[in-house]
Structure formats: C-alpha cells, structure tokens
C-alpha cells in the first residue's frame, strides 16, 4: 500500500449522501405531482463527485439527469447504463458520431443542428431523441421565440428525430421576477404556435432551482431541472427550499497546520497586507487558494475553530490561510477548522463564504479543487 493511502487529510470536503436524498424526496413532495424531476448534475454534479451522487439520486429515482457534454454523459453512463440522459450544451460537430452511441437526448437550437442530428440517427439507424430549447431572452442556446414553430416543424418532419422535450431557460429568476415573468408568457406564447405539441407527451421545463417557486401550478409544465437545490443551497431568498427545510449536502474543512504568536505591527503574509494592531496568536491552516479557498476572501473570510468565529489574517496564498487565535489559547496544531459546514453550535454557509469571495454558490463549489478529497457519508439517518 502506498505511504499517501495512509497520509492524514490536510484538507477535504464531506459529502451527506443521506442528507442529498432526503432533499430529493422533499422537493418531489413540495412539488405537483405530474412533475417529472430532472436532476443536474453538471461539473462534477456541481464539485460534489458525479458518480457518487449520480447513484444516490437514482437510489432516490431522479427522473432524469442533465450534463453539460458528452463526457459527463458518458462518465453518466458507466453510473446508469439506461438512465434518460439530456446534454444541455451544444454539440460540437465533432462530437456528433458519439451522441447516438451514449443514447442521449440532445438539445437543438437550430435548423443545422436537425440536419446534423437527422444525419446521426440516418448513419446509426437508431431514432435520435432531443430537446427543443426556446430562446425567450437569456441570449444563450435556443431557437428565438419567434421563430420556435419553424424548428418545431422541422423536427417534426425529420426521418429519425424523436421530439422528447421543448424548454428555455429563465435568466434571472432568483432576482427579477418581472423579466422572468415575461420570459415564460413569451415561452408559453412559442408553445401555442407549435401545433399538435400538448398532445405529444413532451417533457415541457422552465424552471430550474431558483425559479421552482414561481412555477405555474395546472399549467403545461410537467418537468423541473434542480442543481443548486438538491445539495440544500438556497439560489435565492423565498425559494421551494425554505418550505421543504432541505439540508446542507456539502461541507469543507481543514486543519491547524502551526500555532505561533506574533508581535504588534508585524505585516500577515505577502506585502504586508494586514498589519497587527496588538499583540497576537495566529493560526496557520493547511489550505489556501490551490485547494478552493478564493483570494478575494482575504482579510476578510472567517473560519471555524472550536466552535467560534475566527477572523483571516492577510492575503489567502495557494496553500496556506492565517486566521487570528488570539482569543482562543487552546487552539493547537491538527485542530479542525470549518471552512464550510457546522462546528458544535456554529455554522458558515457556503452562500456566506461565497459573498467573502466575491462569488456564488454554483462557482465556489466547482472550484474546490481536486486536491481536495471527497469523503462520502452514506448513513440514510432519518
């Protein structure tokens, strides 16, 4: 067995695989019931590990998973040999000869991509299964809601494409709520020129975690994508997730790597960023900005040391962060320190160490680094 197998972790992130599938089920529960629950799992389902959770959130029957490309889908696919599989991004040209032997639904925002896509399923001889994506103002990927009927129509007389889905995205859900309203009239709009579409059991989806709440209860929506919210993060304020109480899937922590006092006036780490105004004791954690902690926390992120709230020091650095101890003397080398998670009473949420970072929840959890182990917690505690 090699000497790193056995090495103590410096630095690591705990995954509540119970905690994500309680969330799952809650969400489905807070839900109508003819909605189908599309789980998002993108980026490494979003820095958690994709095959892990992947297989909890079929353990937990998760209708459908969306990714990114092709290769999360076929990192997917070794997880669930026939799980319903939606690429959300374009395909490149190159790519193309891949689509059908993954058996994945594909998103069309063109009329050259039903070209493209009717010569994969003629060159396959397997029928070709996609979305249709609305463009109706994120600016992104989709046809114009204007002219959404023309490709609806070519799909629909293409030998080989079988319309699974129609959907848009909504831009700015969690914080403008009358551009998301007009985003789904102009949707609901597209849906109503394409005709025969209500009768062609379609997946229909808008609403991704931040816009779940405004979702049209009776109307033609029968499908949801949840990222963000299935690992218990609030997108925004008065969100599905305040009534369901999901939890917190992710944490991240490390540890006390040197305790040592220091003078007034001493300058913390490079160029003298933070000057001290009395004398103090600091605490050298084991990680820094080469594991997930952003530079831009600098001075002003806090951490967690035996249960309370410790100030950083100076400038983050690629592998190690100083935080100021002055005021807990028992603090010793090896002692866990919360970057993200609970400690005894205390907790800092990732969307609290995002603001310090200047960044949000979805970026701050994909740039926790490979260096960065995942330990999975499997208990299915009730």
């Known amino acids: 067995m090699s000497v790193t197998a056995n090495l103590p972790l410096r630095c690591w992130a705990e995954i509540d695989l119970a905690a994500l599938e309680r969330n799952l089920r809650g969400i489905r529960a807070a839900l109508p019931g003819q909605i189908r629950y599309v789980a998002v799992v993108k980026a490494d389902a979003y820095g958690h590990g994709l095959p892990q959770i992947a297989a909890r959130l079929m353990h ?39 689509v059908a032997e993954l058996n994945v639904a594909v998103t069309v925002s063109s009329a050259e991509e039903v070209a493209r896509f009717a010569a994969v399923a003629r060159d396959s001889g397997r029928p070709l299964s996609v979305h249709l994506k609305v463009d109706t103002g994120m600016g992104r990927l989709g046809v114009w809601h204007e002219q959404a009927e023309h490709v609806y129509q070519l799909i629909n007389d293409t030998t080989g494409l079988r319309l699974a889905g129609v959907f848009t995205h909504f831009s700015s859900p969690d914080d403008d709520p009358e551009f998301t309203a007009l985003q789904r009239r102009r949707f609901l709009l597209a849906l109503a020129r394409c005709p025969g579409l209500y009768s062609a059991g379609l997946l229909i989806h808008a609403d991704n ?120 003397p028992a603090v010793a080398a090896g002692d866990e320190a919360v970057l993200v998670g609970r400690q005894h009473d205390a907790e800092i949420g990732i969307a609290e160490f995002s603001r310090w ?12 680094t490979k260096r960065v182990p995942r330990l999975y917690r499997t208990q299915l505690g009730l």
């Open 60 to 98: 937990a029957a998760a209708d459908l998973f969306a990714v990114a490309n092709l290769a999360e889908a076929a990192a997917l696919r070794e997880v669930g040999p026939d799980w319903p599989i939606l690429i959300l991004s374009p395909i490149l040209p190159q790519e193309d000869r891949y």
């Open 357 to 368: 970072g200047d960044t949000i929840p979805w970026e701050t959890l994909c740039s926790v």
């Open 209 to 328: 975690s931040a816009g779940i709440e405004t979702l049209e209860v009776g109307g033609p929506f029968n499908a949801v994508r949840v990222g963000l919210l299935q690992f218990g993060i609030l997108p925004g304020p008065g969100t599905l997730l305040e009534s369901v109480h999901a939890e917190p899937v992710f944490s991240f922590r490390t540890r006390v790597g040197l305790v040592k006092n220091l003078p007034r006036g001493t300058g913390i780490s490079y160029g003298r960023t933070h000057i001290l105004a009395r004398d103090s004791r600091v605490a050298i954690l084991a990680a820094g900005y080469g594991d997930g902690i952003p530079r831009a926390a600098s001075n002003r992120a806090q951490v967690l040391l035996h249960g309370q709230r410790c100030p950083v020091l100076g400038r983050v650095t690629m592998d190690q962060t100083i935080v100021d101890v002055t005021d807990l």
